[in-house]
C-alpha cells in the first residue's frame, strides 16, 4: 500500500491510498483523480497517463523502458521525470509519492 499524492496542474491535490500491485494510473481512475485519461487502459499505447514524477521519488519509480520513452514522444511537454503512469508499479517503496499532472492529456 502506498499512500499517493497526484496534484493536478491547477494545484488541486489528490491523495489516496493505493494498493500494491496496481499502476499509479489505476490509483488515479479508481479514485476519480481527474488528469489522467488513460484511453488505452494501461496497455502503454496512448500516452494520455502522463505524469510527472517528484525528483525525490526518481530513484524508485524506476526509468522509462525503450517502449514507454517512444510512447512519451506522443505525449505534450515532456520534461526529463515525465512517465506513463500505467507503467509505474505500486509497492511500499512508493508510499509518499507525488506526482504532478500535465495541463491536459492530448
Ligand atoms: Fe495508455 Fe498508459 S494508459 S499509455
Redesign the pocket.
Known amino acids: 500500500m502506498a499512500r499517493i499524492t497526484y496534484i493536478e496542474h491547477d494545484g488541486r491535490e489528490h491523495v489516496v491510498e493505493v494498493k500494491n500491485g496496481l499502476s499509479v ?1 489505476e490509483g488515479a481512475i479508481r479514485n476519480n483523480v481527474p488528469g489522467i ?13 502522463h505524469v510527472y514524477v517528484d525528483e525525490a521519488f526518481q530513484a524508485e519509480t524506476g526509468r522509462a523502458s525503450a517502449m ?1 520513452e517512444s ?1 512519451l514522444d506522443f505525449a505534450e511537454n515532456v520534461q526529463p521525470n515525465s512517465r ?4 509505474i508499479r505500486v509497492s511500499d517503496d512508493l508510499d509518499g509519492l507525488i506526482v504532478r499532472l500535465p495541463e491536459n492529456q492530448h
Not at 37 to 49: H, K, R, S
Not at 84 to 87: G, V
Request: proline share 0%.
Open positions: 494510473m485519461d488513460a484511453d488505452c487502459g494501461g496497455a502503454c499505447a496512448c500516452a494520455t497517463c514507454e510512447m506513463l503512469s500505467c507503467q
